[in-house]
């Protein structure tokens, strides 16, 4: 018996086998977790539907998360689909690609409407279609980064809209708390993803977050999944409204990431 089983859940932003989703996917399918998915427009419903195939998933159906109409559409399927829900992962972030180079000031408002719009108020909108559908039990779960509490070159607007994203975790936590809903968030090391391709010097960013590592490594995508089904179960029911960092010890780290402490010079004088 897996600690998902007889749960049923969705998944969002789910755009091919790289996908953190997908790793999401993977280890809640493992769990005994049905599983629904959403795509946006053609060329990922290509890509989509034959992962879901693979776990035997039947509801994957179009969902553009900057539409209010079709989240309520999506949402409503949910439930004639499966009458109740248990658990929402939101894998969703988008932010126009020049406004993730240069320099952060000159964001354009529009770009700045859209990073905040899709990556943190989609997880709110989502949320509160969910919630109707769940009971006491129910857990929702987001993905963050780093970037949204500290300045990572390169991350720029995406960066803001993460730190609002983690904002909106604690506050639909203490809304749905009531209910017995937990909300939570993984904040997850750099992963090559289709998201991250996106990003500038992302080689570069994943080579120095690997030197700076507790572990000396970087994290995969099942390892960010193992911990997102863990606090989707019951295992993790005194848990709500936390970043739970996935990302090798990197986030506890202090002083330049690539030097090793055996190479810092000498110890400072004994006290």
Request: with cysteine; proline share 4%; hydrophobic share 45%.
């Amino acid at each position: 018996m897996g600690i998902l089983q007889g749960k049923k859940g969705l998944i969002l932003g789910v755009a091919n086998e790289k996908s953190i989703a997908w790793g999401v996917a993977r280890a809640c399918h493992r769990e005994g977790a049905e599983l629904g998915f959403n795509f946006l427009g053609d060329a990922l419903k290509k890509r989509v539907i034959p992962l879901a195939d693979s776990i035997r998933a039947s509801f994957v159906e179009p969902l553009d998360v900057g539409d209010d109409a079709q989240i309520d559409a999506f949402f409503a399927k949910a439930e004639a689909r499966w009458g109740r829900l248990d658990f929402l992962v939101h894998s969703i972030a988008f932010a126009n690609r020049e406004s993730l180079s240069g320099h952060f000031r000159d964001t354009s408002r529009a770009d700045f409407h859209l990073a905040l719009d899709i990556s943190a108020y989609s997880f709110i909108a989502c949320a509160r279609r969910a919630a109707r559908l769940m009971g006491p039990g129910g857990a929702m779960v987001t993905m963050s980064y780093l970037g949204a509490v500290r300045a990572v070159p390169n991350y720029n607007v995406m960066g803001v809209a993460k730190a609002a994203l983690e904002a909106s975790t604690r506050y639909l936590a203490l809304d749905l708390g009531p209910e017995g809903i937990r909300v939570n968030a993984i904040s997850a090391g750099p992963i090559r993803t289709l998201a991250a391709s996106g990003v500038g010097d992302f080689r570069k960013l994943m080579e120095k977050n690997a030197r700076g590592a507790m572990l000396r490594r970087n994290v995969t995508q099942d390892e960010v999944g193992n911990a997102t089904a863990y606090l989707l179960s019951d295992w993790a029911s005194g848990i709500t409204g936390e970043v739970h960092y996935v990302d090798a010890g990197f986030n506890i780290g202090g002083g330049d990431p690539g030097v090793e402490p055996s190479q810092s010079g000498s110890a400072p004088p004994a006290s």
